[in-house]
């Protein structure tokens, strides 16, 4: 059972502090939650096997994810028909794991990186379901790593390239801090670079 002050990953609502642990009507244990990006307050049964609740990454492994970013071969995923197009990403998404929201975001940038012709953007479902990735994993590594949000990709940037010029941990958040000062974002050696809010990296 979770404790009062506990970050928690609460289905798609995302990272959620638990508030309060007590009984409602019934004597049944309910969890008050509080998103850690909204105003909403959440209740649910201790017991609750209809919504996936599970603590969030720690800091080491979300350093860990990072550092695998450059070994991962994003496949871009094609399918004309919206139906299974969504229900392809709606199963990843709900797994609500790091790991498989991060090479969800990389597939669908892979596929807007692909020759188009006369300049078509990403569909409304790929982009849909790229925003609501990016946001999940993106509020869970800042919770992981103790920063604001919006610090999360100009950190991701900076490690990887700290990592490729081989320099010490401190360095990470000197870099980061540079990084976020420029709109475009990007690594010195393009390992990963940030773009229109994407996480994008080499193909």
Known sequence: MYQVGDLIVYGGTGVCRVMEVGPQ????????LEPVYGSCRIFTPVENSKVLMRPIVTRQEAERLIDEIPAIQPEAYYNKVLRELTE??????????????LK???S?????????PKKRRLGAV?????HRAEDLLFSELAAALELDREQVQPYIAARVEAARRSLPPIAVFKLAARMGMSRRI???YGLARIRRGF???PL
Do not use: Q, W
């Open 108 to 116: 669908i940038y892979a596929k807007s990186r692909r020759p188009k």
């Open 199 to 201: 996480l994008v990296l």
């Open 25 to 32: 009507t019934g004597g049944r244990l309910y969890y008050t």
């Open 88 to 101: 392809h990403y709606d199963t990843i998404l709900k797994t609500y794991n790091c790991g498989e929201l």
């Open 104 to 106: 969800l975001t990389m």
């Open 126 to 130: 790929d982009e849909s379901f790229l």
């Open 186 to 188: 990007r690594s010195l």
